[in-house]
Nanobody, 124 residues
């Protein structure tokens, strides 16, 4: 098993930046491809970004491409989401998720473990 704890959320003005962190404990962190997902008010959970086990491959939702960057530090058992040029439509609870697989996935149901989420609110 792996436990995931997100941090770094908060309230920011449009155009601002936030950096989310997700700390993992438990089994070997590098065994997991990692993803960030978000769920806005009244919306379904949606894909934001993924990163492969050793960081060699990343992918992004079209809505965040060019603004968000996912990265990981396997020595620190942590995955990050750097969010720049934030927009009010980025307001959501952000979740990190772990997938025990070599390959990443943009589908929530293909992830094995989830954090509790961290709220990001972008004011206009």
């Amino acid at each position: 098993q792996v436990q995931l704890v997100e941090s770094g959320g908060g309230l920011v003005q449009a155009g601002g930046s936030l950096r989310l962190s997700c700390a993992a404990s438990g089994r070997t962190f590098s065994s997991y491809a990692m993803g960030w997902f978000r769920q806005g008010p009244g919306k379904e959970r949606e894909f934001v970004a993924t990163i492969s086990r050793y960081g060699g491959s990343t992918s992004y939702a079209d809505s965040v491409k060019g603004r968000f960057t996912i990265s990981r530090d396997n020595a620190k058992n942590t995955v990050y989401l750097q969010m720049n040029s934030l927009k009010p439509e980025d307001t959501a609870v952000y979740y990190c998720a772990a997938r025990m697989s070599y390959s990443s996935s943009s589908y929530p149901y293909e992830h094995d473990y989830w954090g509790q989420g961290t709220q990001v609110t972008v004011s206009s």
